[in-house]
């Protein structure tokens, strides 16, 4: 069975759609709040140009979701799929990121519990590459049962190479 990258996934209080470019004001105005981003390596990926980088990456990539809060039915954050290795039957969750007000929790655990279970019908481990200074990133990982694998050095959007942590929830 093939991988569907960008499915419509549902669940209490999110769902989630595959990412279309009609969505890019409304990810942009989640995403545009300096706060969302201080712990990230890319930390000004609120102003525009750095977020348009961002979003034609998350279109390019085939596997981006828009994520929307149920209740008001517009779009509060976005997350994607990225690097299928299909011979590892591994897949990388990343990119995510919340409007602050869905912080805390149970947005969060839903969002990768839709994923994961989503993920795991055809992988057997998912990855998650967090910046080494994103402690909140890093706890939020742990907190859905997240294990630390690896450090490694890997290129940002400017290729530079960047700390990163490694992250792993087997199947």
Same mark, same amino acid.
């Given at each position: ?5 960008? %499915? ?7 769902? =989630?759609? %595959? ?21 990230? %390596? ?41 690097? =299928? ?69 890997? %290129? ?16």
């Amino acid at each position: 069975m093939k991988f569907d990258l960008q %499915p419509t996934l549902e669940g209490n209080l999110i769902e =989630l759609r %595959p990412l279309a470019r009609e969505d890019f004001d409304a990810l942009f105005a989640a995403a545009s709040d300096p706060l969302i981003w201080k712990q990230h %390596p890319e930390n000004d990926r609120y102003k525009r140009e750095v977020f348009q980088r961002y979003f034609d990456g998350a279109i390019d990539s085939k596997g981006a979701f828009a994520i929307i809060e149920r209740k008001s039915g517009r779009i509060i954050g976005g997350s994607r799929y990225c690097n =299928l290795n299909p011979v590892e039957r591994e897949v990388e969750i990343g990119w995510t990121f919340l409007e602050r007000a869905f912080w805390g929790g149970s947005y969060n655990r839903e969002l990768k519990s839709l994923m994961l279970d989503h993920a795991f019908r055809f992988v057997d481990r998912v990855l998650f590459v967090v910046g080494e200074k994103n402690l909140r990133s890093q706890k939020a990982l742990q907190q859905i049962g997240a294990r630390f694998l690896k450090k490694a050095q890997l %290129p940002g959007p400017d290729g530079a190479l960047r700390p990163n942590l490694i992250f792993v929830i087997r199947r």
